[in-house]
């Protein structure tokens, strides 16, 4: 078995630390910045966009220099036969960057569903807000299980194989098959909360849930938050694979992947008004593309990076990390 550079049991105050972190910047979010309803501004989104990628890659920097220094240290890992503490903590760096750009390139078809499932159910824009905060947030969860699961799964080798060649026919399948916008009303999930929960068409402010006549109704903002948490455990079945093919670290891709995360609500809404402020950009988006960017460029894009990962892992890493059976 490979000797993980960040064990569990080792590490576990990080994690909790990391998950407390996170959960603070969400309730300053959503508890000070926007607890009243309102319309997100192109500057607000702009403002919190820096914020989030500016967090991501500060953290990158932190655990890179939290290796460096670590490493060295750590006699579990000084056993280790031509084990090199300062290529180690390149490594890490670099497949944390790795794994946090993958990640926000597969999740920008987030982004696409936000906007099907608003225009769906006709959500007003001073209420996405709330759906995508929550929406985020139960992401994180389901994220979290996912790769829990996939730390204890990726340690046998037949589990590696079958990730790969599921990896690969979701490529041919994205490549060859025609792509078809996401429809609401025709999800299961939707169709079954439809069936046995009593459902109202109005909305009420921003809740999710309302008490008329001694009964509970959902609104139309728990349709859409539960078609936006269907479709991310869709997304997190081929976006958790791609990246332990990455690293085999559960840290690190616990934390590009929330990170990842974390800045696609603001994303949305600065996208969002910029096709607003270039109706001309939407237009023409709309004609060339049928109003989804291309997977075509996305593979390309995604490719290109990974390309220059593994040149600047074959010329800032001197010598290679042997792994170490236990």
């Given at each position: 078995?490979?000797?993980?550079?960040?064990?569990?049991?080792e590490?576990?105050?990080f994690?909790?630390?990391?998950?407390?972190?996170?959960?603070?910047?969400?309730?300053?979010?959503?508890?000070?910045?926007h607890?009243?309803?309102?319309?997100?501004?192109?500057?607000?989104?702009?403002?919190?966009?820096?914020?989030?990628?500016?967090?991501?890659?500060?953290?990158?920097?932190?655990?890179?220099?939290?290796?460096?220094?670590?490493?060295?240290?750590?006699?579990?890992?000084?056993?280790?036969?031509?084990?090199?503490?300062?290529?180690?903590?390149?490594?890490?760096g670099?497949?944390?960057l790795?794994?946090f750009?993958?990640?926000?390139?597969?999740?920008?078809?987030?982004?696409?569903?936000f906007?099907?499932?608003?225009?769906?159910?006709?959500?007003?824009?001073?209420?996405?807000?709330?759906?995508?905060?929550?929406?985020?947030?139960?992401?994180?969860?389901?994220?979290?299980?996912?790769?829990a699961?996939?730390?204890?799964?990726?340690?046998?080798?037949?589990?590696?194989?079958?990730?790969?060649?599921?990896?690969?026919?979701?490529?041919?399948?994205?490549l060859?098959?025609?792509?078809?916008?996401?429809?609401?009303?025709?999800?299961?999930?939707?169709?079954?909360?439809?069936?046995?929960?009593?459902?109202?068409?109005r909305?009420?402010?921003?809740k999710?849930?309302?008490?008329?006549?001694?009964?509970?109704?959902?609104?139309?903002?728990?349709?859409?938050?539960?078609?936006?948490?269907?479709?991310d455990?869709?997304?997190?079945?081929?976006?958790?694979?791609?990246?332990?093919?990455?690293?085999?670290?559960?840290?690190?891709v616990?934390?590009?992947?929330?990170f990842?995360?974390?800045?696609?609500?603001?994303?949305?809404?600065?996208?969002?008004?910029?096709?607003d402020?270039?109706?001309?950009?939407?237009?023409?988006?709309?004609?060339?593309?049928?109003?989804?960017?291309?997977?075509?460029?996305?593979?390309?894009?995604?490719?290109g990076?990974?390309?220059?990962?593994?040149?600047?892992?074959?010329?800032?890493s001197p010598?290679?990390?042997?792994?170490a059976?236990?």
């Amino acid at each position: 078995m490979d000797i993980l550079l960040f064990p569990f049991n080792e590490y576990y105050w990080f994690y909790l630390a990391f998950t407390g972190f996170v959960l603070t910047m969400l309730l300053l979010d959503l508890g000070v910045f926007h607890k009243e309803a309102h319309t997100v501004t192109m500057k607000e989104s702009a403002i919190w966009s820096v914020v989030w990628f500016t967090l991501a890659l500060s953290f990158g920097a932190v655990l890179y220099y939290y290796s460096l220094h670590k490493f060295p240290l750590d006699p579990r890992l000084a056993a280790i036969p031509g084990f090199n503490p300062e290529a180690a903590a390149n490594q890490v760096g670099l497949e944390y960057l790795t794994g946090f750009i993958i990640e926000k390139a597969l999740a920008i078809d987030n982004i696409f569903v936000f906007v099907v499932v608003f225009s769906y159910f006709a959500i007003p824009p001073k209420y996405q807000h709330r759906v995508l905060f929550f929406g985020i947030l139960g992401a994180l969860i389901f994220r979290a299980g996912f790769i829990a699961i996939g730390s204890v799964l990726m340690k046998y080798h037949w589990v590696v194989i079958a990730a790969g060649v599921f990896l690969i026919a979701t490529g041919v399948k994205i490549l060859f098959a025609p792509e078809k916008a996401p429809d609401p009303g025709k999800n299961p999930v939707i169709r079954l909360a439809k069936k046995f929960l009593p459902v109202t068409d109005r909305f009420h402010g921003q809740k999710f849930f309302i008490r008329e006549n001694h009964k509970t109704y959902v609104t139309p903002l728990f349709l859409a938050l539960l078609f936006i948490e269907f479709s991310d455990i869709i997304f997190a079945i081929d976006s958790v694979p791609a990246i332990f093919a990455i690293t085999k670290e559960p840290l690190i891709v616990f934390t590009s992947n929330i990170f990842a995360i974390l800045g696609l609500r603001s994303l949305y809404f600065l996208l969002a008004g910029v096709v607003d402020k270039f109706h001309k950009l939407k237009s023409w988006l709309n004609e060339a593309f049928g109003g989804k960017f291309p997977i075509g460029w996305s593979l390309a894009i995604i490719g290109g990076i990974l390309l220059l990962s593994i040149i600047w892992s074959l010329l800032s890493s001197p010598k290679p990390i042997e792994a170490a059976k236990q």
